[in-house]
């Protein structure tokens, strides 16, 4: 099987967990990721793309003065964020579409910005290439991400509890999403550890 037929597979499994979770993924988020959302979007501006939008959990932060487009390659998370698109105070226009695969032409976007997805798709440098490749080369790229701890214990352990993760919900818990960010070829510009060294906020550029 070529790589990309296997990353097109994963991609296919990943969405119909998404979907079978999109009744009830708003009670799986974070409680605490409303603040770290908040925090997020206040670093972007202009046109921006919001890479994973899910059940449209981000609308409220949406800043004023931008217009948004939201993409999403499950159908049962877009159809819950079309029910909640009037809590945006901005406009935002929705498409089902693939962070490996975006339908855009280069440097579109002002920002992209993403919270927690990288953990979910298949190939997550090519995913994290798509993003530098549509944003502007003056623009500005912000993650929220999960990764695995550096810390021995915890990252084994993380190791361990992945595959339950992965199959209940289609996210790894043990991305080494520092390393797959450079690997993209993103420039780093700042990095904050939000909770121990497992979830960031990362602000890199093209």
């Known amino acids: ?5 296997k990353s097109s597979g994963q991609t296919e499994i990943i969405k119909k967990r998404y979907n079978r979770t999109s009744a009830f993924f708003d009670a799986m988020t974070y409680v605490g990721s409303n603040d770290t959302h908040r925090r997020a979007f206040s670093l972007v501006s202009g046109n921006i793309l919001e890479v994973g939008v ?9 800043p004023a003065g ?9 159908p049962g998370m877009l159809a819950r964020a079309r029910k909640k698109v009037s809590m945006s105070p901005v406009p935002v226009t929705l498409l089902e579409m693939d962070a490996e695969h975006m339908d855009f032409p280069d ?4 920002s992209v910005i993403a919270t927690c997805v990288f953990c979910s798709v298949p190939n997550p440098v090519a995913g994290l290439r798509e993003i530098g490749r549509v944003c502007k080369p003056e623009g500005k790229i912000v993650l929220v991400e999960h990764m695995r701890s550096a810390n021995p214990l915890v990252g084994w352990l993380m190791d361990r509890l992945n595959t339950v993760s992965l199959h209940l919900v289609g996210a790894n818990i043990n991305r080494r999403t520092m390393e797959n960010i450079t690997a993209a070829g993103l420039h780093i510009e700042s990095v904050e550890n939000l909770f121990f060294d497992i979830l960031k906020l990362i602000v890199a550029r093209p």
């Open 1 to 5: 099987m070529k790589a990309n037929d």
């Open 66 to 74: 931008s217009t948004v487009t939201g993409i999403d390659f499950s």
């Open 54 to 62: 899910g059940t449209g959990a981000n609308f409220p932060y949406y």
């Open 107 to 110: 440097g579109t976007f002002d």
